[in-house]
């Protein structure tokens, strides 16, 4: 589905997905969000990479192929790269294309002997990965699997486990801790993340010609303890009408667009969900205050 039906469907719903933030301006404020104080999965992610990243090498063997879900602008691989022995090939697979070919032509500048072969697809749609030309590892970090439904993360995993031919998956998961770190990430004090979540709307202005201000859609973002998520939304200030692509939608104050949420998980919960997958879960990394886990699955 593109940008247009999906974008106009969510409205009626007052839901829309997440994966519709990552135009170019998306992706480069969620770089922007990565690099803030608040926003401790990333570097805690970076650091268990780079602690950790001969183990993993160990695991991978040489002349694998890597194949990243939801690529971005492939910081955390190069980790995983360097530590490689010959990899043979780095499959970037990204839903924002224009992102995608500016990190592989990086890529390539810095790793002379590895094949870098972007694919723009959206994974969670499907994928058509060329042939494996050695022992296909995937990796996906940065706990983007909380931003599905459990089921659905259930399901991708499995699809992933497909797609990877036998081999095995290395998977960042955010893990659950006390609620006020999780408020302080999504609500930063620069208003980076807010950017980022009424970027949907400017996104809608640009492609769709929609008339969204900007200034009548208030951030939200907050922890739900029983579903363990943090859920984002974009609330009315005011009664308004906005027009997307000749329709007219009607807001009252206080109305929310649901645009996404990102789960927590526990490392007993996450591998449980794992298994659920088809997948046998191996070893789990994880930083001292345990803030954020890496897991190794085995297919
Ligand atoms: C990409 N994903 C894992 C991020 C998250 O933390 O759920 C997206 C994000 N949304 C707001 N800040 C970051």
Redesign the pocket.
């Known amino acids: 589905m593109n940008f247009h039906e999906d974008f106009v469907a969510g409205l009626r719903e007052r839901r829309i997905a997440p994966k519709w933030f990552y135009d170019a301006e998306g992706s480069r404020l969620?770089e922007r969000?990565c690099e803030l104080p608040e926003?401790y999965?990333t570097r805690t992610e970076l650091a268990l990479l780079d602690r950790h990243a001969d183990e993993f090498a160990a695991r991978i063997g040489p002349g694998a192929e890597i194949v990243e879900f939801g690529a971005g602008a492939s910081v955390k691989v190069r980790l995983l790269l360097q530590a490689l022995e010959a990899p043979r090939r780095f499959v970037p697979v990204d839903i924002s294309g224009e992102h995608l070919a500016e990190a592989a032509a990086a890529l390539r500048a810095d790793f002379p002997g590895l094949a870098v072969e972007p694919l723009a697809a959206d994974f969670t749609a499907s994928l058509a990965l060329p042939p494996p030309v050695g022992r296909r590892i995937g990796f996906f970090p940065?706990?983007?699997i909380?931003?599905f439904e459990p089921d659905e993360a259930c399901a991708l995993l499995a699809r992933f486990r497909r797609w990877l031919d036998g081999g095995a998956l290395l998977i960042g998961v955010d893990l659950i801790k006390e609620p006020a770190l999780l408020h302080a990430a999504?609500n930063d004090a620069r208003g980076v993340?807010a950017a980022?979540n009424r970027n949907l709307l400017a996104r809608a202005n640009r492609e769709l010609g929609a008339d969204f201000d900007l200034s009548a859609w208030a951030h939200a973002a907050f922890y739900h303890p029983p579903l363990r998520r943090i859920e984002?939304h974009l609330v009315s200030r005011r009664r308004q009408a906005v027009c997307v692509a000749g329709e007219v939608f009607e807001f009252d104050e206080g109305d929310s667009l649901h645009t996404?949420n990102?789960y927590k998980y526990s490392v007993d919960g996450f591998r449980a969900l794992a298994r659920r997958a088809g997948f046998e879960p191996g070893p789990v990394w994880t930083d001292a205050a345990r803030r954020f886990s890496l897991h190794w699955l085995e297919p």
């Open positions: 969620f969000i926003y999965p940065g706990s983007s909380g931003n999504y993340t980022f984002m996404e990102s």
